[in-house]
């Protein structure tokens, strides 16, 4: 997001080694074999970790992860020296020094947090032989890499948005704060609505608060079903507080002036909330699909490892989405005083706000952006259809009931969340209906999120069980 008034640079000068001329040929076939041996030997303990069945282990396991690790450190940095080497040209685009910066920093945190993880892993096996597998057990291991991943991934994106902002071209004017308009709200009800949305705020953090605290609290919970309904629980607070504490303290103050750093980071956090909401619902109705279509083998499918790998593959997923968007949003031109006809700095908007072009932002949203529209939405139809296949070879009322209450609620949800992106990001309002797309983001942004906690709890038998346990243990007098 970078202001008007700007000169254009596209490349930067790499120096490369000190090297004098005669020796890079030398040089170049030491690093090239260096390189490959890297790759190759690498690629190989992954390899042999994944296939040789005693090496099933934890430790085996996090040496795999610094393997791949290891493999795209070195990728990132040596085949374009080589290639520099060789052409005699020292030159890397923009694109490609700030991709660099990402990927560096990512997998060197990554080197370090694994390392630490194994050093971990051996003091375990060391000072505590006899609950060593107690300790590190599958799902503890997938955690800690996870963790790693994630970790990694914040400490890049940061500091790549952060050098970002450095290394814009020069002679440009400050944009320091972008205009909110807000919601198109007459003056004497603004307070009517600030008490509305403030209600609806509380509802959505109070109500999915309460959904985690049952599914960690109660045992019979502990189920994939519950499990991804507490990341999506998770992930709607989070959705929703990116943008309505900021809007209702714009309301109050009647200041609507929102920081770049504000701006730029609700683009990326509701692109990355956004994007999480749409795989988790996806993997539930694929959850959904394997316990009424493969019912005996469920228990075998849906094991820990497999539902925790499906919510990473959602938040890794997710933030790659976010952060690709994010970067090309940031090398926008905008004009001083840009004004923003949103309550939130919401990337269609956003892109329509900018004074340079934006064709390939769009180009973006509507190629790779819509997979990621269509796919999990066309997985969510087919697992439907699927089961109503199966269950209407059978018919039974009982069965049918069952799928209804099993399957009835996450498909309300998915038609509601699914029905506003569209109407706001792919079938946009004209000019003169704005306020239509505004309506369509709060469906999405405050009234889904807020909705989820009554559509999956006080229609769902086991988390009303769970809530009456936790109401009967206050009431029952301890004894002594």
Known sequence: MRPGNQSSMSEFLLLGLPVPPEQQGVLF?????MYL?????????????????????PMYFLLSHLALSD???????????????????????????????????????????LLAVMAYDRYVVICHPLHYTSIMRDEVCILLVVGCWLSSCALALMHTLLANQLMGPGNQSSVSEFLLLGLPIPPEQQGMFFALFLGMYLTTVLGNLLIILLIRRDSHLHTPMYFFLSHLALSDISFASITVPKMLTNM?????SITYTGCVSQVFFIVLFGCLDSFLLAVMAYDRYE????????????RD??????????????????LLHTLLVNQLSFCVGTTIPHFFCDLAVVLK?????????????????GLVFILPLSGILGSYIRMAVIILKVPSLKRVSKALSTCGSHLFVVLLYYGTIAGVYYFPSSADSKDKDIIASVMYMVVTPMLNPFIYSLRNNDMKRALQKIFRAKNTPSCH
């Open 353 to 369: 706000s900018s004074c340079s072009d934006t064709s390939l932002n769009e180009l973006l949203i509507f190629a790779e952006g």
């Open 29 to 33: 076939a030491l690093f090239l074999g």
């Open 71 to 113: 493999v795209s450190l070195s990728s990132i940095t040596v085949p374009k020296m080589l290639t520099n080497m060789q052409r005699q040209c020292q030159s890397i685009t923009y694109s490609g020094c700030i991709s660099q910066v990402y990927f560096f920093i990512l997998f060197g945190c990554l080197d370090s947090f």
């Open 37 to 57: 041996t890297t790759v190759l030997g690498n690629l190989l303990i992954i390899l042999l970790v994944r296939l040789a069945s005693h090496l099933h282990t």
């Open 252 to 256: 109050q103050s009647q200041c609507r």
């Open 305 to 322: 490892e497999v539902c925790i790998l499906l919510v990473v593959g959602c938040w890794l997923s997710s933030s790659a989405q976010a």
């Open 291 to 302: 316990a009424i279509c493969h019912p005996l083998h469920y228990a075998s499918i849906m």
